[in-house]
Antibody
Framework: EVQLVESGGGLVQPGGSLRLSCAAS????????MSWVRQAPGKGLEWVAN????????YYVDSVRGRFTISRDNAENSLYLQMNSLRVEDTAVYYC???????????WGQGTLVSVSS | DIQMTQSPSTLSASVGDRVTITCRAS??????LAWYQQKPGKAPKLLIY???TLEGGVPSRFSGSGSGTEFTLTISSLQPDDFATYYC????????FGQGTKVEI
C-alpha cells in the first residue's frame, strides 16, 4: 500500500524558513516524479513544485520560484520542500503527492499545516 | 501557463440527480486532464485521469469526457457520499488545478 507521510509544518513568522519532509513507502520511490500541492484555508488546490525521479529536473509555480526548493533523497525514500522568505499567503496545508505517468496524482499524504503569521 | 476554469463554482443538487461539471483549459491540453473529489479535512481523491479513464475502485456513476480545451465530469445519479468539492487538473509540466466546484444539497 502506498503511504506518504508529511512532517515539518508549524507556525513561522513572515520572512522565516521551514523545511517540509515527506516519507514514502509501499512503492519504488526512485521510479516516480513527486510533487508538492498546497491548499490555503477555505481555498482550492494549488500545485507548488515537482521533481524528476533522479532529481535532475524541477518545476515550480511562479509564486514560489526563487523562494522554495524541492529535493529528494532516493536512498531515504524522502521528498523535501525547503521554504524560505515565507509570506502570509504561503499559509496552507501542504500535501506531497506521487506523480504518475500522465501527470496525475493517485496517491496523496495527509498534509501538514504551515502557518505564516506574526 | 495554462489556466483551468471550472463551472459552476457551487452546485445545489439532490440525491438521484444527474450532475455535470465543466472544466475549460486556456489552451489545448489534448486529454491530459484529471478529476478529483475532496471532502473537508481530507486529501483529494483521484476519480478520473486522461479525461475519461476511471481510477480503480471509483463507482461507475462517475464519468469524464472531452478533449482539447473543454471537459466534463458527470455523476449519473448523485449519492449521499458524493456531496463534496470537485477539482479538475491539467497534467502537463505545470499542473494547474481548476478553482473547484462544491456540490451541496
Amino acid at each position: 500500500e502506498v503511504q506518504l507521510v508529511e512532517s515539518g509544518g508549524g507556525l513561522v513568522q513572515p520572512g522565516g524558513s521551514l523545511r517540509l519532509s515527506c516519507a514514502a513507502s509501499g512503492f519504488t520511490f526512485s521510479r516516480y516524479w513527486m510533487s508538492w500541492v498546497r491548499q490555503a484555508p477555505g481555498k482550492g488546490l494549488e500545485w507548488v513544485a515537482n521533481i524528476k525521479e533522479d532529481g535532475s529536473q524541477k518545476y515550480y509555480v511562479d509564486s514560489v520560484r526563487g523562494r522554495f526548493t524541492i529535493s529528494r533523497d532516493n536512498a531515504e525514500n524522502s521528498l523535501y520542500l525547503q521554504m524560505n522568505s515565507l509570506r502570509v499567503e504561503d499559509t496552507a496545508v501542504y500535501y506531497c503527492a506521487r506523480d504518475d505517468i500522465g501527470g496525475f496524482f493517485p496517491s496523496w499524504g495527509q498534509g501538514t499545516l504551515v502557518s505564516v503569521s506574526s | 501557463d495554462i489556466q483551468m476554469t471550472q463551472s459552476p463554482s457551487t452546485l445545489s443538487a439532490s440525491v438521484g440527480d444527474r450532475v455535470t461539471i465543466t472544466c475549460r483549459a486556456s489552451q489545448s491540453i489534448s486529454n491530459w486532464l484529471a478529476w478529483y473529489q475532496q471532502k473537508p479535512g481530507k486529501a483529494p481523491k483521484l476519480l478520473i485521469y486522461k479525461a475519461s479513464t476511471l481510477e480503480g475502485g471509483v463507482p461507475s456513476r462517475f464519468s469524464g469526457s472531452g478533449s482539447g480545451t473543454e471537459f466534463t465530469l458527470t455523476i449519473s445519479s448523485l449519492q449521499p457520499d458524493d456531496f463534496a468539492t470537485y477539482y479538475c487538473q491539467q497534467c502537463n509540466s505545470y499542473k494547474a488545478f481548476g478553482q473547484g466546484t462544491k456540490v451541496e444539497i
